[in-house]
């Protein structure tokens, strides 16, 4: 029953979802962030999934009306509108409760680690089995990422986009492209996603050109896992009156943002590896003196 209030309230009796401006509730999404390679604890881990539990329920009494055949008690069938599970809610929400669960469980195997945060790894680097498991859990998350950051990418593709930002939109495009750091490679993804809802709004015979610019903001993007949200993304959410949207788009950002972080501890981890390895194998090297000889003595 208090899930249902909490529901009602943020939906504000429209079961649409699109009934009243809605501020993501980001306390509930942000507590669940990791900096080291480990299990998380138990009080941590009850507690996420207590908040989402609540968040997540507001999911449920977001519907829609779908035709759908009923039987007559004397034969024969008439069609009436039923409320179903929105569409997007239906095919996403799953989906990242998948992910969801698949990264805290990757982080479960973080235990009895041959490597420790405070004595570092071992003095001659992780075993071969054990480096092997960190490689395919690296494979694993950065799958993981890949598809938390498609469907973050679909949930705002569909967001509608502010006037203020489609009248900010700059006029022409780009002659060049400077991809010498994360910061002008996020300017030219805010350049590049502004021409594309350019062309798709004003310019629908240039698809050809829209197809590109699509194209080069997701190379971008897959070059720059760490980019930060565009000026218009960060604009539509913040703008952002639909809650479905709005919970779609945190959940799968939270879990971007953790399989992003967990990939990262990995790559550091194996770096910090190699150079052991390195440092461990130079040491081990014998130098030996030159024998001398006294050629007068022989």
């Not at 529901?7 to 429209?14: F, H, I, R, S």
Request: hydrophobic share 40%.
């Amino acid at each position: 029953m208090m899930k249902e209030r909490f529901a009602k309230l943020l939906l504000g009796e429209d079961m649409s979802g699109g009934g009243m401006e809605f501020i993501l509730l980001l306390p509930f999404l942000m507590s669940l962030q990791i900096f080291l390679l480990q299990p998380l604890s138990p009080q941590r881990k009850l507690m996420w999934r207590i908040e989402m539990d609540w968040l997540l329920s507001v999911t449920d009494f977001i519907v829609e009306l779908k035709p759908s055949l009923q039987e007559f008690p004397g034969g024969g069938t008439f069609e009436v509108m039923v409320h179903r599970p929105r569409s997007d809610l239906l095919v996403n929400l799953p989906a990242l409760k998948k992910l969801d669960a698949m990264l805290i469980s990757i982080l479960d195997g973080f235990h009895n680690s041959e490597f420790d945060y405070a004595d570092r790894v071992p003095p001659s680097g992780l075993s071969e089995d054990s480096r092997k498991r960190l490689q395919l859990c690296r494979e694993c998350t950065h799958q993981i990422l890949k598809a938390a950051t498609a469907i973050n990418n679909n949930v705002l593709a569909e967001m509608e986009i502010p006037i203020a930002s489609l009248k900010s939109l700059p006029k022409c495009e780009k002659d060049y492209l400077d991809l010498s750091s994360e910061y002008s490679a996020l300017e030219m993804a805010n350049s590049v996603e502004a021409s594309v809802h350019i062309w798709k709004h004003k310019y629908l015979r240039r698809h050809s050109l829209r197809a590109k610019a699509e194209t080069l903001l997701q190379n971008l993007r897959l070059r720059f896992p760490g980019l930060c949200q565009t000026s218009l993304d960060t604009s539509k959410i913040q703008h952002n009156k639909e809650v479905g949207q709005s919970i779609l788009e945190g959940y799968s950002r939270v879990m971007e943002s953790l399989a992003f972080n967990i990939t990262a501890r990995i790559d550091d981890l194996l770096y910090v590896d190699d150079a052991t390895k390195k440092r461990a194998a130079a040491e081990s090297i014998t130098v030996y003196e030159p024998v001398r000889f006294d050629v007068g003595s022989l």
